[in-house]
């Protein structure tokens, strides 16, 4: 069992491409998230899904996009990325209600130039 | 909307005891977790609290009060290995879609010396 698993494990990409970074759990969680992460700003919500087919805005989602087709996939992408959005990205996933963890993946980082 | 303060970075000595404090303001709390995260890897749980009092879990225990808006991971009989960044997470009632979503702090870089 992998659990959940990220890809790519790092990437460098030009300003103004496009880029989907890739989330896939095998535990059956209805819930993920993806977060990113900054020296000195901690884990910052991007997007969540609750459940497949329905998405939500976390504290900093412009400029990023998510859909959640079913349960184990919970792709990221990033339109035209921008140097702001070098990052480590985590996603996460969990079990609706109260007291579930989040489960991490093992993070993507990504270098906007 | 959610303040989480937790101090920067913090150093103690193996086989000692360290205390990390998180303190909170939220509208609705709901529950506040502890996550251990090393250097470049992912975030791991390690606890979880929603009601008053102290859980322990082996050599780690966290304590919540609500009425103060305060939590404290507490490290026992401390190893070379504990060293990493312990965050603090608070889960907020309010603007909770997701009903899991947490706000997390900056997080504690704690070094464990010889």
């Known amino acids: 069992i992998a659990g959940i698993t990220q890809a790519p494990t790092s990437q460098i990409l030009a300003a103004g491409r496009r880029m989907t970074l890739r989330c896939t759990q095998d535990m059956r969680h209805n819930a993920m998230y993806w977060y990113r992460q900054d020296l000195g700003l901690g884990l910052r919500l991007i997007h969540y899904?609750?459940?497949?087919?329905?998405?939500g805005k976390g504290e900093v989602p412009d400029g990023y996009s998510v859909s959640r087709a079913n349960t184990d996939d919970f792709p990221l992408t990033l339109a035209s990325a921008v140097p702001s959005q070098t990052s480590v990205y985590f996603c996460a996933s969990s079990e609706q209600g109260l007291g579930n963890e989040q489960f991490f993946g093992p993070g993507t980082r990504l270098t906007v130039l | 909307g959610q303040n989480i303060d937790q101090p920067t970075e913090m150093t103690a000595t193996e086989g000692a005891i360290v205390q990390i404090n998180c303190t909170y303001q939220t509208s609705g709390f709901n529950g506040l977790f502890w996550y251990q995260q090393h250097a470049g890897e992912a975030p791991t749980f390690l606890s979880y609290n929603v009601l008053d009092g102290l859980e322990e879990k082996g050599r780690f225990s966290s304590f919540l009060s609500r009425s103060k808006g305060y939590s404290y991971l507490l490290l026992k009989e401390l190893q070379m290995k504990d060293s990493a960044s312990y965050l603090c997470a608070v889960r907020d009632r309010e603007n909770n879609n997701a009903g899991n979503m947490l706000t997390f702090g900056g997080g504690t870089r704690l070094m464990v010396k010889p």
């Open positions: 899904s609750n459940t497949a087919g329905t998405t």
